[in-house]
């Protein structure tokens, strides 16, 4: 950029001297040692009239020296501008010698001289550094070119047509200074003025002055001037644009301030605050140019609707949604997966399969960096803590913990949202959990997802095969929101009693992980370990003022409660410790070391009684195992024989495959009936009746098969089972014995019940292997793959 070219008064007299008298001026002898002075952010050309101010003591020492009219000094630039004592190596090598025109006194004390260049110089050695610089310099004549040359020409032509564009682009210098750069007849002369009054740093100008060529000198200075050209523009084309944005601001507070004036004229002062509010939060928002011109357009549509319309509040209510949902924004996973596994540990007891898949899943997140992948489904026995390992999960990974709960839940709306043309219309509940969380990806747990009703108002089983299913939930679409929403960074963790009632496309999208129910022990190093504490925390105790002994923890579990998991038995600690809070607020009496006979003294009598197998069955009775949903129970098979014609009865309130095992057990039986030297006219004088006590209790599956058929052999061949024995496995017609589930809750009610030996399908032994309880190894296991193994372990035939 150029100066202002009136602002030095020796200007328009330099520009009178011809091409001749300034060349002349150029070959003026540099006188040598030559006094230096110090300037710190200019560089003076050749025939270049510029005033510079002096303030160091130093520079005032070399003026007060050669202050005459048309005494020669030297100019050179220092290196650093920020420094305020330069010595002789702070200086550049090259300068300009210079003639003092003028000088003024200031009224602060500094003074201005006006100096114009001779001829440039180079530094040979400073001779003086007080009180002012003296150098022996070398003179630099600059090369001899023909300045009238075609090149030379053209280059000055370029010269004044790029400084024309500056002048156009600059706003402070008026079209005549154009016309003032016309009249230098000189080539050396222009290049220097322009040199000078360019707007680029102190090294560049420098880098000029260094050049022995004019004509290279012209056409690096060409360059320079073709950059501030360029800079120019963008500058004029930003401050149109911020100019044009300005306005258009200018206008909207005007349209704005006449929107108030009519909202205050109808009363409706409020809901301009409103819409105010919510552009002012929408401008924060970092969503998609697609999401803001969708805000928009609903904004505008609230300004059309009267407050009194029911539509309104519905409006208003998209619109707080819209601003209130984490639209990209993510908590920071820290996947340590020493730290979950501590956490695991220290939230739950046992569970060593689930927390190893668990740990196998975060590994899988940890190197791919992603949640590609199935859905984790926890499927177990309440009260074995499904939900609390998805709460262990989102504090392991630092993440936002919600839950949602889809028992009942019968309405597709529920997941999906209402449409925003009904009234009371709301979001479904999955958006609305993930406004509550404020992050776009916790940990959801979709709790009792096997509970899931369907009636006319939908199915809503099928409206979560969207959201669980990762090549669709990137784009999950509310009724209410109407926009995508991704939901591929929610880490999705269900869980499920059973998996019968589960939507076979919502099972398919999901990987099964069973929690089998606790074990004696396990319960017992649980209640010792999480549940004393906690429920003599809650109910205002100390371990000083009650503690509970193992064998009262015993008592409740084996007596006081019958399930898998352990939340009843949490209830059953709580009651006892009110008990002692109730004795200790009143001043009573009450065992401060909790035994197995206080247990019974307060809480009374058990509920449940231990089933323990009988030393000596009659014949016709065998002992079976079964699985229930509150864990593994022994049972006992009884048939007995009574005049008649042959007829079979079942009673016990038998499921239809306990039934037809029941007739397959009977069938085989009698095709074997010769071989077990059993009279065939048994079958035909007399009736069967075969029961399972406990009558009031259903009971179902195919488990029981060879326990029946073992109670028919015994009874038609009058031997008695052996003692402690039981036994589980599914039989066939062709006597062939076949694997059932639930082994390790049959297992365990086994071991509480004294069994000693157990019988199962060879099939069942990887099963058992599995087991990692120290109760399971007092069992004798026999693996049998046929009926007749069976009579023969059973019977001992």
């Known amino acids: 950029m150029i100066r202002h070219m009136q602002a030095d008064e020796g200007f328009e007299m330099l520009l009178l001297l011809n091409e001749e ?9 540099i006188p040598s040692p030559l006094p230096i002075l110090a300037v710190r952010n200019t560089v003076l ?18 003026i007060r020296q050669y202050e005459k009219q048309g005494a020669i000094i030297g100019v050179v630039a220092q290196k650093e501008e920020n420094i305020e004592e330069p ?11 210079a003639q003092i025109l003028k000088k003024v006194n200031l009224p602060n004390g500094q003074v201005t001289i006006v100096l114009q260049g001779l001829g440039r110089f180079r530094v040979l050695e400073y001779v003086q550094d007080t009180p002012y610089f003296m150098a022996e310099v070398a003179p630099l004549p600059e090369s001899e070119v023909n300045t009238h040359s075609d090149e030379a020409k053209a280059l000055k032509e370029n010269l004044l047509d790029a400084a024309q564009r500056v002048i156009q682009l600059h706003p402070e210098l008026s079209e005549d200074a154009y016309a003032t750069l016309s009249n230098i007849e000189s080539f050396h002369f222009l290049v220097n003025f322009l040199s000078v009054q360019l707007q680029i740093s102190l090294s560049e100008k420098q880098r000029l002055l260094e050049e022995d060529d004019i004509i290279h000198r012209g056409m690096a200075l060409l360059e320079q001037l073709l950059k501030n050209i360029q800079l120019l523009e963008l500058k004029n084309e930003i401050q149109k644009k911020v100019h044009s944005d300005l306005d258009k601001q200018q206008r909207d507070y005007y349209l704005r301030q006449q929107i108030k004036v009519l909202q205050h004229e109808l009363g409706y002062e409020h809901e301009g605050a409103l819409v105010e509010e919510f552009k002012e939060k929408a401008a924060q928002m970092k969503w998609s140019k697609e999401m803001a011109q969708h805000f928009d357009k609903e904004v505008n549509k609230l300004l059309r609707l009267a407050p009194g319309m029911p539509e309104y509040g519905i409006q208003v209510n998209y619109l707080e949604l819209l601003l209130d949902l984490p639209w990209g924004r993510l908590s920071q996973d820290k996947i340590d997966l020493q730290y979950a596994k ?24 940890k190197l791919k960096s992603s949640l590609q992948g199935p859905i984790l489904c926890l499927y177990g026995p309440p009260g074995v803590g499904k939900t609390s390992l998805g709460k262990s999960i989102a504090k392991a990974l630092g993440r936002e913990y919600v839950r949602m709960s889809l028992g009942g839940l019968h309405d597709e709306a529920e997941i999906r949202g209402h449409r925003k043309t009904y009234i009371g219309a709301m979001p479904g509940k999955i958006i609305q959990l993930l406004r509550r969380a404020g992050t776009s990806n916790p940990v959801f747990v979709l709790d009792e997802i096997d509970k899931i009703g369907s009636d006319f108002r939908g199915d809503p089983a099928s409206a979560l095969l969207e959201v669980l299913d990762p090549e669709q939930n990137n784009a999950f ?5 109407e926009v995508p929403f991704d939901l591929s960074k929610v880490l999705f963790i269900a869980t499920a009693n059973t998996l019968d009632t589960l939507h076979p496309a919502l099972r398919d999208r999901m990987e099964i992980i069973e929690l089998t129910g606790y074990t004696i022990d396990e319960k017992l190093e649980i209640a010792k370990q999480y549940l004393v504490p906690k429920q003599r925390e809650a109910n205002g105790l100390s371990g000083k003022q009650v503690r509970v002994q193992e ?6 579990i084996e007596e006081y409660t019958r399930e898998s998991g352990v939340r009843q038995l949490e209830r059953q600690v709580g009651s006892l410790m009110r008990k002692v809070a109730k004795a200790v607020a009143m001043e009573e009496e009450y065992p401060k070391l909790i035994k197995s006979k206080d247990v019974y003294q307060l809480l009374g009598k058990p509920p449940y009684h231990k089933e323990l197998s009988e030393e000596n069955l009659p014949h016709g009775v065998a002992i079976g195992l079964a699985w229930t949903p509150v864990g593994g129970d022994i049972l006992y098979i009884e048939s007995l024989l009574t005049r008649g014609k042959g007829k079979l009865t079942l009673s016990g309130r038998l499921g239809e495959v306990m039934k037809e095992s029941a007739s397959t057990a009977f069938t085989l039986l009698k095709s074997q009936a010769e071989t077990l030297n059993i009279d065939y006219r048994l079958f035909e004088e007399y009736d069967l009746h075969i029961h399972v006590p406990e009558g009031a209790i259903p009971k179902d599956g195919p488990s029981a098969g060879i326990t029946i058929f073992t109670s028919l052999a015994s009874l038609y061949l009058k031997k008695p089972v052996r003692s402690n024995l039981a036994m589980t496995a599914e039989i066939t017609l062709r006597g062939r014995v076949l694997p059932v589930g639930g082994i390790k809750e049959k297992l365990l009610a086994a071991q509480r019940a ?12 990887k099963d058992v292997e599995e087991i990692k309880s120290p ?12 009926a007749q193994e069976v009579l023969k372990h059973a019977l001992q035939l």
Request: neutral net charge.
């Open 551 to 556: 064998n009262a923890l015993l008592t409740l």
């Open 342 to 365: 501590k956490i695991l540990d220290q939230d739950h007891y046992g569970l060593e399969k689930v927390k190893e898949r668990i740990l196998e899943f975060l590994a899988v997140m």
């Open 477 to 481: 679409v509310d009724n209410f929101l």
């Open 775 to 786: 109760l399971i190894k007092k069992l004798k296991i026999t693996y049998v793959r046929t």
């Open 87 to 97: 010595g002789s190596n702070d200086l550049f090598e090259i300068g300009t010698a």
């Open 45 to 62: 050309f050749p025939g270049v009239i510029i005033p510079v101010t002096v303030g160091r003591e130093k520079s005032m020492q070399l």
């Open 21 to 29: 008298e300034e060349a002349r001026l150029r070959k003026r002898p």
């Open 754 to 765: 004294g069994i000693e030996e157990v019988i199962l399908c060879e099939a069942n032994q």
